[in-house]
């Protein structure tokens, strides 16, 4: 039931508010929120909406050219600034930094890309630099406003590579997170990292599974007609995957409200809150 709707979801989430609208009419939507960026097939929100966290429409290119990160990524941005957004989750675009791709176009001497390409590749691998630099951006940004983030790759990624999240690992508070797709109900294990600064996330690495067996993700097969990789067809995060990211999302959401009252029950108790109390 649960898959089914995910595979429908476009429709679900397609009259929810954007970044554009909370920011030219903030009464539109109240309180802090969730977005999914990069979202693909959007469960990671669906798993927000399942455990009643409040979110706003998934940013992902497929819903149309607004949608680029980098042409009105800056709309995200603000909306981080104004603190309208408590968890921001990224899925940032395999195509140039899998270590599966062949030829390949980056190696460990030269994470941001090696230096004789075709203009094809150079165009991949210059696309791919600025999608991480965004990711990045977006993370830094959450930092020092006390906000989360999460930021999902295979474990096998030249995304953990590069200059801008091996900075981003250094600080305090930010880790990483080891997920398998077969302990949450897949026949591949697809290893997965998830970079982030949530109290919370950690709960994900839940082992089940017998890793010794299933579907190998290498390679090529057939697929309504054509030959496509076959982690391509295995991208989508598994259903049971989004119901526990969400749930572990709400815990966040309730400890940052926790810290915010506690935090104006000691202005009020200092007369430090602004409001005429006499």
Request: aromatic fraction near 12%.
């Amino acid at each position: 039931m649960v898959s089914d709707f995910v595979c429908h979801s476009s429709n679900v989430f397609h009259d929810l508010p954007a970044a554009r609208t909370i920011l030219s009419s903030p009464l539109n939507v109240e309180g802090q929120l969730f977005l999914e960026i990069f979202a693909g097939e959007s469960a990671l929100t669906l798993g927000a909406l399942f455990s009643k966290v409040p979110y706003i429409r998934p940013w992902d290119l497929a819903n149309g050219k607004e949608f680029d990160v980098l042409v009105n990524g800056r709309n995200i941005i603000s909306l981080v600034r104004a603190r309208r957004i408590a968890f921001v989750h990224l899925a940032v675009p395999c195509q140039s930094m899998t270590w599966a791709r062949h030829p390949p176009v980056r190696d460990r001497c030269h994470v941001s890309g090696l230096a004789r390409l075709s203009s094809s590749q150079e165009l991949l691998v210059r696309g791919g630099n600025a999608l991480a630099t965004f990711a990045a951006w977006v993370c830094y940004e959450m930092l020092p406003i006390k906000a989360h983030f999460s930021v999902e790759k295979p474990l096998l990624s030249w995304l953990w590579a590069t200059p801008e999240f091996l900075q981003l690992y250094s600080f305090d508070g930010v880790s990483y997170v080891h997920v398998r797709y077969s302990d949450y109900g897949t026949a591949y294990v697809k290893p997965t990292a998830v970079l982030h600064n949530s109290p919370h996330l950690h709960e994900l690495w839940q082992p089940k599974a017998d890793v010794s067996s299933g579907v190998m993700l290498r390679g090529l097969v057939q697929w309504q007609g054509t030959w496509v990789a076959r982690t391509r067809l295995a991208s989508p995060y598994p259903p049971a995957l989004g119901v526990r990211f969400g749930s572990l999302v709400r815990k966040s959401f309730e400890l940052l409200q926790h810290a915010e009252l506690r935090h104006f029950a000691m202005a009020v108790a200092h007369g430090d809150c602004g409001f005429p109390f006499t």
